[in-house]
């Protein structure tokens, strides 16, 4: 597995989006969520060391919720920011640059994605402990 840092990989995600012929408009608001989640786990971060509980406080941050006035974010915007998060983390595992997806179980994975299994922590957390109460 290849080690990168939350800029260089989100770096990478952006170039892939304009490589598939996105619209600048959505190059443009994906670069504002690309911007806020980089901003609240820091650029230097190792993807790799992203975890379940790394997300669960993004995703009740005011750095999601609040805009930087201080007035709650529509919930479209919100939707909208960890649907960049989570679609960024897919490609991240698919390049080989972290083994499972840090996602909560509360996070939906998305229609295309539902009927293949996914190998989340989310899910072997959950079935470590099922395992352990056995």
Not at 10 to 23: F, I, M, N, T, V
Not at 62 to 77: C, F, I, M, Q
Request: net charge neutral.
């Amino acid at each position: 597995m290849q080690e990168k840092t939350l800029h260089e990989g989100l770096q990478e995600y952006l170039e892939h989006l304009k490589a598939g012929d996105k619209s600048e408009r959505t190059l443009y608001t994906y670069g504002r969520d690309i911007q806020q989640i980089e901003s609240f786990f820091g650029p230097e971060k190792k993807l790799s060391a992203i975890l379940i509980p790394h997300v669960a406080g993004f995703l009740k941050s005011d750095a999601l919720l609040r805009l930087p006035n201080g007035k709650d974010r529509s919930e479209p915007t919100i939707r909208k920011t960890v649907r960049v998060l989570r679609m960024f983390l897919f490609w991240a595992r698919e390049q080989g640059y972290i083994e499972k997806i840090p996602l909560p179980k509360d996070v939906p994975v998305g229609c295309s994605i539902k009927n293949e299994e996914v190998k989340t922590d989310a899910n072997e957390h959950a079935s470590d402990t099922a395992a352990a109460r056995a």
